[in-house]
């Protein structure tokens, strides 16, 4: 087989190596507030994680992912399906509803969706073809692809989880953006994009009382204490300003590994988690924060060059899935910690602790050097 003859990208594997050091680092630091009797507990579990998401991610690479072009409406499906039993049965935890239990495991069917949603708008729009559509034929192809992208933004909306949310919206417009559909059409997205924004803004500081109707208690809370911290110090902008104050403790060098003191005092809820970058700004300081975003920059733009090496389109539009999957969560975990976003439950991939999330992204990166292996060189390009 013709991906046998290649090797695994080394600049993937020297970014996954290195967001690898600072996962471990933070994960170790962060967690000390919840464990007492083994403070490497998480760093170890998440070093089996490790172990297991990079041999899931070397067995999909080694698989021929256009096989996935004949299945990939009915992992969508199937994804889809689990999204409705969570729906009707799933688990609650802390307000949301999102697993589904077997008694012995739990899954996030959600995390499933974001790789097929990836592959299966991926076969859709690479039949397509590489000629730019009118706009008129824009607008079926737009509306199939808005059908496929609503029905998993709405079960996932009514568990309710934006951060999910957010990153299904993020993998359909990055693969629209690069795809056939005319110029004019995607423009037309993103003016509609920015009039609802804009109509948000407008009911949320004109008309408070039509705005909550839209959102549920706990999501209000977290639009307040994103909007006006300073006001909600003690409950609702509690943990954004206690983040803020520990990355800006952090300056340029850190206070170094277990050395922080909002994150050691345990005052930054879920610092192993979701708020793992005020660990990196306050223990790393600015030059490990920005290495850090260096290393995504690395990663997100080897993405960005094996989808435009790509001789297939369907293998190009996995790719740029990836690149939209990955560089939303960073902005969006980032930007959270620091108030730019509200706070969502997205986790920082491959150093946020965790299972589900991490693996999620070992995949896809996977399906990526899965499209690299396949990818020929020819002396005259031919169509």
Sequence with gaps: ??????????????????????????????????????????????????????SMMIGIARFDYELLKRIAPYLYFICAGLLLLVYLFGTEKNGSQRWLSFGFIEIQPSEFMKIALIIYLASVLSKIGSEKLAFKKSIMFTFRVGLVSIIPFLLIMVQPDLGSA???????????????????????????????????????????????RFFKPHQLSRIYGWLYPEQYTSDYGYQLQQAMLG???????????????????????EAHTDFIFAVIGEEFGFIGSSILIFIYFLLIYRLVQIANESNDLFGSFICIGAVGLISLQVFQNIGMTIGVTPITGIALPFVSYG?????????????????????RKYLFADE
Aim: hydrophobic share 50%.
């Design 1 to 54: 087989m013709f991906g046998e003859k290649k090797q695994l990208d080394t600049t993937i594997l020297i970014t996954l190596a290195g967001l690898f050091v600072f996962s471990i680092i933070a994960v170790y630091s962060g967690s000390g507030q919840y464990v007492t009797d083994n403070p490497y507990h998480f760093a170890v579990r998440q070093v089996i994680w490790y172990g297991i998401g990079i």
């Design 166 to 212: 957010l990153v299904i919206i993020g993998i359909t417009v990055s693969i629209l953006v690069v795809s056939s559909i005319s110029p004019k059409m995607i423009g037309l997205i993103f003016s509609i994009g920015a009039v609802f924004t804009s109509l948000l803004v407008y009911i949320f500081y004109f008309h408070q009382a039509l705005f909550t």
């Design 247 to 269: 990355i800006g403790s952090g300056q340029i060098g850190g206070k170094g590994v277990n050395q922080g003191v909002q994150v050691q005092s345990g005052k930054v809820p």
């Design 355 to 375: 299972g589900s999330a991490l693996l999620t992204n070992f995949i896809v990166i996977g399906l990526v050097l899965s499209v690299h292996l396949r990818t």
